[in-house]
């Protein structure tokens, strides 16, 4: 991953992060959402970085090129969780990277990143969801060993 650093994001680059976030949302390979990229959600999705930051820096991964950020992975250790859990585990919410950029070997040092930090924590269990047609994701988490458990369905009902 010659050229490629792998840190943790710095508070003054936000919104870089936030530009990341905004591709990934509107990048139709990535998800599925319907995102509307307008203020409220966007200071939302901040504070929730924020709060991640807070927690443990490590949980807010970026892979920069020297000039920019070109990549993010986001995830939570699942301490907070509601419902007890036989294990430790975390949660992989967002992983991207930019389209130009892909190929390159910053997935791959993004997820040894955090499963890395995962381990040193504790974390015996990660989750991490995927839409069922992003090939290229799916190889690189079954890459690190993901198993598929969990089916989700979607139904989409008529107004």
């Known amino acids: 991953m010659t050229g490629y650093r792998i840190r943790s994001l710095k508070s003054d680059e936000m919104g870089q992060l936030t530009e990341l976030r905004t591709a990934f949302m509107q990048d139709p390979v990535g998800t599925n959402l ?44 699942r301490s907070d969780f509601p419902i007890t ?35 040193e924590a504790g974390v015996t269990h990660v989750r991490i969801r995927v839409l069922a047609g992003n090939e290229p994701a799916t190889s690189l988490y079954k890459k690190f060993g993901f198993l598929t458990h969990e089916l989700i369905m979607e139904l989409e009902l008529s107004s």
């Open 34 to 77: 319907e995102f509307v990229p307008d203020a409220q959600p966007t200071l939302r999705w901040q504070e929730y970085v924020r709060k991640h930051l807070e927690e443990d820096p490590r949980q807010v991964l970026v892979a920069d090129d020297g000039k920019r950020l070109v990549g993010y992975l986001l995830y939570k250790t």
């Open 85 to 119: 859990r036989r294990y430790p585990y975390a949660t992989i919410s967002d992983i991207y990277v930019m389209p130009g950029y892909r190929r390159r070997g910053m997935a791959t040092g993004l997820m040894e990143t955090c499963l890395r930090h995962l381990r």
